[in-house]
């Protein structure tokens, strides 16, 4: 620390990847983090700032997996740059200083379209990824998403997706009990060899079927000289798939063993409206919060007021927060499937700890977590060397300021 410090200290509770420091200090030096500690082992030269009166926690930048938009603006009708802009400053302003871009089911060529917007949208720093949900997904599994387009698995699409993408393309939910998708020259296949990781998800598999899937996704990655990590994930766990059901158990408990063992990644939506609290505790108890990555599922009502939205080809209706599928003349609101969260993934971090979750585990699963799975070493925690992005909250977990490579953007 020689030579005096310039950048910006900050001080107040701290949550690094190993410990709650309640009087901690972050120190950045341009885009970077230099110094993380407790303020009474701060390095010479580093000028303290004075305790705020009013209790401030500093947390990583936030790293969300699956986002189809916010702000009134949806990804997956995004016909051009500014439209998505809208959608990744809505989640930035709340703290996602890392978000991966998600499409819904459509056909191809909107798929390809939407995938090169959003590309540029990643050049310039503003997404960290591209995740497509479909098409190769079961129509049985559908939830909100279009069956009509839902095909089998056809490794050439992906390949132009990938394209498409020049290196963004992050992950893609596939259903692996559609034809296509497994084998040695399948889709989950040809994701790996395209930089990208398959999601499997939205699926009628069974237990066995599932099992299979991940054991050979672990494999095809880890062999894959270009993955860009070792371990598939699964779309929204428990959403989109056959409950667990004892004597015919269905998706949720392979995903779970593959999980606990650290050869997948689950997605938990934790908005409080897909899943109970107690399922929330039970998956983070049950295999770790390094193999559990929270996520929104966010779609364009995010930030909005209730009312009537589109995500991709379908009308949603959202009320009291609660996104839905339209439903016909004179069928309750309730008769629609969901249509995805309205929650930034600060809300969906502050409902995990409500839940019962410790602090410092849901925020690994909502920074360090999802950053493993992107393949990136430079975001996803509060240490030395690591880009300095900074998500300052107050005693409620409401955000005060983001900074993101060093700089604050809303504050
Ligand atoms: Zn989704």
């Known amino acids: 620390m020689s030579g005096g410090v310039s950048g910006v200290v900050l001080r107040g509770r701290v949550v690094t ?11 950045t030096d341009g885009a970077r983090i230099t110094w993380v500690g407790p303020a009474a082992q701060a390095p010479d030269g580093v000028a303290l700032p004075e305790p705020a009166p009013q209790p401030r926690t500093y947390l990583p930048g ?20 500014a439209t998505a802009h809208v959608a990744a400053t809505e989640h930035l302003r709340h703290g996602t200083t890392s978000l991966v871009a998600s499409l819904v089911t459509a056909d191809l060529a909107t798929l390809l379209a939407r995938t090169a917007t959003l590309a540029e949208l990643a050049d310039t720093g503003e997404l960290a990824g591209i995740h497509l949900e479909g098409p190769f997904l079961a129509p049985a599994r559908c939830g909100a998403q279009d069956p009509a387009f839902m095909t089998d698995g056809r490794p050439d699409a992906v390949r132009q997706v990938a394209e498409a993408a020049r290196g963004w393309l992050a992950t893609m939910t596939v259903a692996p009990d559609v034809p296509g998708v497994l084998g040695p020259d399948g889709v989950a296949a040809t994701l790996g060899s395209a930089g990208a990781l398959p999601s499997f998800g939205h699926t009628d598999a069974t237990e066995a079927v599932m099992a299979g899937a991940l054991a050979q996704a672990r494999a095809q990655l880890r062999a894959a000289p270009a993955a860009r990590s070792g371990r598939p994930t699964v779309t929204h766990l428990f959403n989109g798939m056959a409950p667990w059901h004892h004597r015919a158990p269905g998706p ?42 929270l996520v929104t599922d966010a779609m364009a009502a995010t930030g909005m007021p209730d009312g009537r939205y589109v995500l991709g080809p379908a009308d949603v209706v959202v009320r009291g927060g609660v996104a839905r599928l339209a439903t016909a003349p004179g069928e309750p609101f309730e ?17 995990t700890v409500t839940a019962g979750v410790d602090l410092r585990d849901a925020v690994t ?19 030395p060397g690591l880009r300095a992005d900074v998500l300052e909250v107050d005693g409620d977990m409401r955000p005060l300021r ?8 809303y504050q």
Request: overall charge negative; proline content about 5%.
């Open 335 to 351: 008769a629609g499937a969901i249509a995805g969260g309205t929650a930034h993934l600060l809300d969906v971090l502050r409902t």
């Open 252 to 293: 949720v408990p392979a995903a779970l063993a593959a999980a606990a063992r650290g050869d997948a990644v689950v997605e938990l939506v934790a908005d409080g409206v897909h899943l109970a609290p107690g399922t929330i505790r039970a998956v983070f108890a049950l295999v770790g919060a390094a193999n559990v990555a």
């Open 17 to 27: 990847p190993d410990q709650v420091l309640d009087d901690g200090v972050v120190v």
């Open 62 to 81: 936030l790293v969300d997996l699956h986002c189809h938009g916010g702000g009134g603006a949806g990804f997956p009708d995004s016909p051009d740059v």
């Open 365 to 383: 699963a909502a920074t360090a977590t999802p950053a493993a799975v992107l393949g990136r070493s430079d975001i996803g925690a509060l240490a």
């Open 402 to 409: 983001v900074m993101r490579a060093g700089e604050w953007l």
